[in-house]
């Protein structure tokens, strides 16, 4: 059975830092792994989107890497803004469904 | 483009009573897939429909139910609502099945039951 855990659960930083989001998952058998973002009381927002034939994706301050033999993946936010401040979720897809991570709560201040 | 389309975007039911909730996909999307979304529980699957035919369910009781029609509208319904069924129930849309698509959410349906 696939399980999907995020380390942090929550992180509070100073605007401009650079951050590094996890993601582990434990059935290397994927489809692919997406990265959202959830405002509260909102709906997803597609950030990433990595298949399991590549090893990353950038846009904008974001890059995903993915490592399916270690069942890791990372979401890197560069120089973080105020904006930023939400949680985001990792995904990963399996042959039947989509399996979500606990979620990183991301509070980034002034 | 318009995004995912959910209504309604809050209720409020009873116990025992059933609801009908309904997502329209972006244009030209042909998968839908439905969430539901628990503080205690996190995200979890509920069902996909590609073509107007459910191809993967996840584990929830038979009160739950789904559909789409042949303009990839989809609706979902709960019947016998309980308490524990009060959540953010989340649509996604993708070109194809969601197995190989990005997939694409709606601001979601937040049902409360009392």
């Known amino acids: 059975k696939q399980e999907v855990t995020q380390i942090p659960a929550a992180l509070s930083v100073p605007e401009g830092e650079n951050l590094v989001l996890n993601c582990s998952f434990t059935?290397?058998?994927?489809?692919?792994l997406q990265w959202f973002r959830q405002d509260p009381g909102k709906g997803l927002t597609s950030l990433l989107l990595?298949?399991?034939?590549?090893r990353e994706q950038t846009s904008g301050r974001l890059n995903a890497s993915l490592d399916k033999s270690s069942g890791r993946s990372t979401l890197y936010i560069a120089a973080s803004q105020p904006g930023d401040s939400a949680t985001y979720l990792c995904a990963v897809q399996g042959t039947d469904k989509l399996i979500f991570g606990t979620g990183t709560r991301l509070q980034v201040f002034p | 483009k318009a995004g995912v389309t959910q209504t309604p975007r809050y209720l409020i039911k009873t116990r025992g009573q059933q609801v009908t909730l309904s997502c329209s996909p972006i244009?030209?999307?042909?998968?839908v897939s439905w969430y539901q979304q628990t503080p205690g529980q996190g995200l979890q699957f509920l069902f996909e429909?590609?073509?107007?035919?459910?191809?993967n369910k996840g584990n929830f009781p038979g009160r739950f139910s789904g559909r789409q029609f042949s303009n990839s509208r989809s609706e979902m319904n709960v019947s016998t609502l309980e308490l524990g069924d009060s959540a953010l129930y989340l649509c996604?849309?993708?070109?194809?099945?969601?197995?190989?698509?990005?997939?694409?959410f709606g601001e979601g349906s937040r049902l409360t039951v009392l």
């Open positions: 244009s030209g999307h042909r998968s």
């Open positions: 429909y590609f073509s107007e035919t459910q191809r």
């Open positions: 996604a849309s993708s070109l194809w099945t969601g197995v190989t698509g990005e997939l694409f």
């Open positions: 059935d290397s058998a994927i489809y692919n």
């Open positions: 990595i298949q399991s034939s590549q």
